[in-house]
């Protein structure tokens, strides 16, 4: 495990939307480095960005051309190491966003792959031996090349799937892991790790971290095999870079050899019912003031996944990411305040998507790059109140987004001023977070006290007691069980300690030393 991992709390950058340093209407390299300062100064010591490669962005850049070149747009090569120079002077680490299952069609191996003559790249994709049988269970496209076959897809259509083998290979164009063209994707992939490593990034985020190897087991063992592999060249060149999955199974995937698994919004899912459960109109989400639900149906799912793996690595709650609907749209600012602090008290690294720490707006907008409904929580950053937000000087129409014009519309600048703002109640979080040993350490909680008729509920890490009531109503927590405070190290709302009992004012959140 890198031993930065032990205290890193993570900054996602979405680098089309962050800083605008030439005015283009887009954000850059220059623009992250410009803002590197109030990353820090927020309590985070470690970045994931988005990929920043070149590319058609029919993705947003996950539909990668060249592997080993920045997107133009952002900045040279030489900017991108400067971005990684000027992030570890400030004692910070930055990870990259590698996409290893696809790559864009018009990256040079896929337009060698759909010659019809056989070449090194022939096999790099996964092909079919003739254009008219379709692959059963994959989506595909036939009728686009010279080559006699069908190419399967692992995303949009314009994401051909690499080839790491079949499981168990069943027909003749399927091919076993071990099989050399399989080998060579493997190989390529720790060459374009290598590349990066060596250039001075800290490691990356791995999209779609399951997707590797095709018909793989439930276990995903296939898939795992890869990993390893990677994880052991890691181990044994680059100690200290880390790997963080997207893949939401932490009981798989940190076996398989990441650090850090993500703990994905899925409709429905433990993580979703946190800050997302809106159904029929009705916001029943466990943050919302109103909601009926009860922390345990959080922790259940959690708690079986997270203690499986809380020795090996680590599970990591995101405030929401480039995929989701900001958690803005479905609660209020003092909703927020709770669940933010709930989310960065729990183990693992945290990640804070861009603007979520002042609350930015999710808004219906067309699709731009293949978001969708993803867009609207894709808009630039909203620094302060001069033009665009302080985001870009480019005239509103070159903006890459709209910008959130409401008179309304939250920005940093606005909320450093206001001491109980949302970006200084995730200050004061973080800034606690950061000077207390128990709020690291991974393997040091425990829920004491949830009930599934009471919304209040009471978790330990380490000699720290963390009490939290998200309902509009004070509860009143007696457990004989529960430790008296000694010390309150932090609130919101109302928080009291007295003989024998916790009474937490409505939406509050208390820490104490016992
Ligand atoms: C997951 C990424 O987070 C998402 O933005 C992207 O569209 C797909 N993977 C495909 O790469």
Redesign the pocket.
């Known amino acids: 495990m890198p031993k930065w991992l032990k205290d890193a709390v993570f900054y996602e950058i979405y680098p089309q939307s962050f800083k605008d340093s030439n005015g283009d209407g887009i954000g850059d390299f220059n623009g992250i480095i410009e803002k590197l300062d109030y990353i820090k100064d927020l309590g985070c010591n470690a970045i994931w960005m ?1 990929p920043c490669y070149d590319s058609p962005f029919r ?2 850049g ?2 990668v051309r060249d592997y080993k070149k920045t997107a133009a747009r952002y900045g040279s090569n030489e900017d991108l190491i400067r971005l990684f120079a000027e992030v570890h002077k400030r004692d910070m680490h930055i990870l990259l ?1 590698l ?1 290893p ?2 790559t864009s069609e018009e990256h040079e191996w896929f337009q060698a792959s759909s010659k019809p003559e056989p070449n090194e790249y022939s096999d790099r994709y996964v092909w079919t031996d003739d254009w008219f049988h379709a692959p059963e269970g994959f989506n595909y496209v036939a009728g686009e090349s010279l080559r006699n076959g069908i190419y399967i897809l ?3 259509k314009c ?1 051909p799937a690499l080839n790491y083998g079949f499981l168990k290979p069943e027909k003749s164009w399927q091919k076993g892991l071990d099989d050399p063209a399989c080998v060579a994707t493997k190989e390529a992939l720790k060459d374009v790790m290598r590349f990066w490593l060596d250039a001075g990034c800290d490691g990356f985020r791995v ?2 971290a399951d997707s590797l190897v095709k018909k793989d087991d439930e276990k995903k063992s296939g898939t795992a095999m890869i990993w390893k592999d990677i994880r052991k060249m890691l181990d044994e060149s680059y100690p200290e870079a880390a790997l963080v999955s ?1 893949w939401n199974r932490p009981e798989l995937a940190i076996p398989a050899g990441f650090h850090m698994d993500f703990n994905l919004d899925w409709v429905g899912n433990a993580y979703n019912l946190l800050m997302r459960d809106v159904q029929d109109g009705r916001n029943n989400s466990i943050f919302h003031k109103d909601s009926d639900r009860s922390i345990l149906d959080f922790f259940g799912e959690y708690l079986e996944k997270y203690e499986v793996i809380k020795e090996q690595g680590h599970y990591c709650l995101i405030t929401g ?3 989701t609907i900001r958690a803005s749209y479905y609660l209020d600012v003092s909703e927020l305040k709770l669940a933010y602090a709930f989310l960065l008290t729990m183990p693992g690294n945290p990640f804070i998507y861009y603007g979520d720490e002042i609350g930015m707006r999710y808004r219906e907008l067309a699709s731009k790059e ?1 978001g969708y409904t ?1 867009t609207g929580s894709r808009t630039p950053m909203q620094w302060d109140d001069s033009v665009n937000c302080g985001f870009s000087t480019a005239a509103a129409a070159d903006l890459y987004l709209p910008v959130d014009g409401s008179e309304d519309a939250p920005t940093v600048a606005g909320q450093e001023k206001d001491k109980d703002s949302l970006l200084n109640t995730v200050k004061a979080v973080l800034a606690l977070r950061n000077s207390e040993d128990d709020l690291k350490e991974n393997a040091n909680l425990k829920l004491v006290y949830a009930r599934k008729e009471d919304r209040g509920f009471a978790y330990r890490r380490g000699n720290l007691l963390l009490l939290c009531n998200p309902s509009g109503k004070e509860v009143v927590i007696e457990a004989k069980d529960l430790p008296a405070g000694t010390e309150k190290r932090f609130e919101i709302g109302k928080t009291e300690c007295q003989t024998g009992k916790y009474v937490l004012g409505a939406q509050s959140f208390g820490i104490y030393a016992c």
Request: glycine share 10%; net charge negative.
């Open positions: 988005n993705d947003a996950y539909d966003d996409v299952g696809h692992n995303f949009f994401q999209d779609m997207e990411n480039h995929d293949g993803r």
